[in-house]
Structures are given as C-alpha cells and as structure tokens.
T-cell receptor, first 115, second 111 residues
Framework: AQSVTQPDIHITVSEGASLELRCNYS??????LFWYVQSPGQGLQLLLK??????LVQGIKGFEAEFKRSQSSFNLRKPSVHWSDAAEYFC?????????????FGTGTQLKVEL | DTAVSQTPKYLVTQMGNDKSIKCEQN?????MYWYKQDSKKFLKIMFS???????INETVPNRFSPKSPDKAHLNLHINSLELGDSAVYFC??????????FGQGTRLTVV
C-alpha cells in the first residue's frame, strides 16, 4: 500500500526566512512524487513533481524539492518565504499499477508566515 | 478558461436528502477522480474513472454513486445524506504524466 507522512501539522516562519516542509513516503515501486498547495477556499495547485532523473526538482513560485530514495523522503524547500506563501501544503505519491492509478496524499502542513 | 469546474460550489442540505455534484473538465484527459477532504484537511480518494470506466472505488458507501456520461464529465450522486458526509468534495482530472488538475471544490454541509 502507498502512504505519505507529513510529520509537521503546523509550521510558522518569518517572512524572508527559509522553509523546509518534510514528506516521507511508502511505495512499492518507483514513486511519482508531488507537492500541491491549497490556499483557503481553493482547490489544489501543483507546485512540482518528480518522476525520474535529477533528484532536485524545481517548481513554481520559487519552490524546490529533493528526492532522497535512501530516506524515502521528498522534502519541499524555499530559500525565502513570502507572506503570500501562507497556505496548506500537501505531499502526494502515486504511480501506475495494474489496479489503476491514484494519488495518495499526506495529511498536509499548514504554513503560517509572520510579517 | 476553467480546466476543471465543479457545481455547485456550496451545498447545504438536510439529512436524508439526495444530491448531486457535477464535474466537467476541458483538458481532454481520460482519467478523472473524486476526492473527499474532511474537516482536518485530509484528502482521501473516493473514485477513479478512466474513459468512463470505473477503475478505483475506495470502499465508499454505496450511497455514493459516480456517473460518467462521457470522459469529460464525472458526476457524483449521493443518496440519503448523513451528517458525516459533510466535507469538501474535489473533482480532478489527470494527464498522462499523473499530473492532477483539481476543481475548486464543493463544500457540502448536511444539517
């Protein structure tokens, strides 16, 4: 079974500070990994994805994530957080299997940005 | 141009009623999903359809019945609504690379 763990439910950072959101996954094959952001009252928007190749992937809004197979992790980072980054962040794992395909989401990390 | 659109955005109804949520995508994707997001923001897949065919049914009560008249539409019908059905329901479609595009969500409140 596939699963995602986001250990931090809430994170508060000051504007301009760096950010790292943690994500650990469990998947029986080569994982497809994603980070999504959800602003209040909105749907989910894809920030970035990893399928293969370079383990450091760049996304929109200045976000990046690093895939570490040995640690089963896919942590999201941003060097300098902006107030508009305050939102809920979801890590997800997926793949294409004989039983179909689906994205399994973590429980989310709520990011608050102090001005 | 909205890629994935859901209607209605808000739905308030009484227990025992039957309601439907509609979803349409204009991206030409073959695969569509319904997800349920509970009050703690946890997102759980309910159904997955590929080209009008049910692929995944994640142990959802049979009061929930998805219907896909064509691959651009995946509607969700819920019978005999219960208080525990209150949640935000998201429709999504997926491209060949597993990138999912989500609708804005439908906030269902059962009173």
């Amino acid at each position: 079974a596939q699963s995602v763990t986001q250990p931090d439910i809430h994170i508060t950072v000051s504007e301009g500070a760096s950010l790292e959101l943690r994500c650990n996954y469990s998947y029986g094959a080569t994982p497809y990994l994603f980070w999504y952001v959800q602003s209040p009252g909105q749907g989910l928007q894809l920030l970035l994805k990893y399928f293969s190749g370079d383990t450091l992937v760049q996304g929109i809004k200045g976000f990046e994530a690093e895939f570490k197979r040995s640690q089963s992790s896919f942590n999201l980072r941003k060097p300098s957080v902006h107030w508009s980054d305050a939102a809920e962040y979801f890590c997800a794992v997926g793949g294409i299997t004989g039983g179909g395909n689906k994205l399994t989401f973590g429980t989310g990390t709520q990011l608050k940005v102090e001005l | 141009d909205t890629a994935v659109s859901q209607t209605p955005k808000y739905l308030v109804t009484q227990m025992g009623n039957d309601k439907s949520i509609k979803c349409e995508q204009n991206l030409g994707h073959d695969t569509m999903y319904w997800y349920k997001q509970d009050s703690k923001k946890f997102l759980k897949i309910m159904f997955s359809y590929n080209n009008k065919e049910l692929i995944i049914n994640e142990t959802v009560p049979n009061r929930f019945s998805p219907k896909s008249p064509d691959k651009a539409h995946l509607n969700l019908h819920i019978n005999s609504l219960e208080l525990g059905d209150s949640a935000v329901y998201f429709c999504a479609s997926r491209d060949e690379g597993l990138k999912a595009f989500f609708g804005q969500g439908t906030r269902l409140t059962v009173v």
